[in-house]
């Protein structure tokens, strides 16, 4: 069974900082990966879609990489603000594809200090 | 385009009562997924429909059922509300391609069981 994992589970930086999220699964035989942000009492906003051709995918300030041999990916965060406080959420689709649900790790926590 | 919306925002239900939870989504997509965010659990996919006319379990379904009234619309019911159902639910959809489903998620119904 695909499992994922997040850590740190919690971080707090101050602003302007630049940070790393990283997540884990333990079967590499997937065709994308998906980062979401989460604000509290909100819903999950799609940030990257990472194919598993791709190496990196690049959105603003935003840059993921995927690793599949190592199973592993990076959300790196340029220049953090306040207002990337938010969960983050890592997502990967079941092994060798299909239109079962994504399996999701338990996230991490930014907040960002002014 | 309002991509993913769900009915109701909140509710409160009582043990034994039943409701029905509604989501549309304009995207012309062909899957859709009903999941559960429970703190410390993460989010766990409840049913799915891969296209219309089909349904499929997830990880936990007992206590639900599901309607994927046309190719717009996938609803959720409890028939037999338990406390255990008290979470927040959240719908999504994607276009079924293996390589490429990237989910968009709906805001989410905050359900309480009492």
């Known amino acids: 069974k695909q499992e994922v994992t997040q850590i740190p589970a919690a971080l707090s930086v101050p602003e302007g900082e630049n940070l790393v999220l990283n997540c884990s699964f333990t079967d590499s035989a997937i065709y994308n990966l998906q980062w979401f942000r989460q604000d509290p009492g909100k819903g999950l906003t799609s940030l990257l879609l990472i194919q598993s051709s791709q190496r990196e995918q690049t959105s603003g300030r935003l840059n993921a990489s995927l690793d599949k041999s190592s199973g592993r990916s990076t959300l790196y965060i340029a220049a953090s603000q306040p207002g990337d406080s938010a969960t983050y959420l890592c997502a990967v689709p079941p092994p060798g594809g299909g239109a079962d649900g994504l399996t999701f790790g338990k996230g991490t926590h930014l907040i960002i200090q002014p | 385009n309002a991509g993913v919306t769900q009915t109701p925002k909140f509710q409160v239900l009582k043990t034994g009562q039943s409701m029905t939870l509604q989501c549309a989504q304009d995207?012309?997509?062909?899957?859709m997924y009903w999941y559960r965010q429970d703190p410390g659990m993460g989010l766990r996919l409840i049913y799915y429909s891969a296209s219309e006319g089909t349904t499929d379990k997830g990880e936990v379904p007992n206590g639900y059922n599901v309607s994927r009234l046309n190719k717009r619309e996938f609803s959720l019911r409890l028939e037999s509300a338990a406390p255990s159902q008290t979470s927040v639910y959240f719908c999504?959809?994607?276009?079924?391609?293996?390589?490429?489903?990237?989910?968009?998620f709906g805001p989410g119904t905050r359900l309480t069981v009492l």
């Open positions: 999504a959809s994607s276009e079924l391609d293996s390589t490429y489903n990237e989910q968009f």
């Open positions: 995207m012309n997509h062909n899957s």
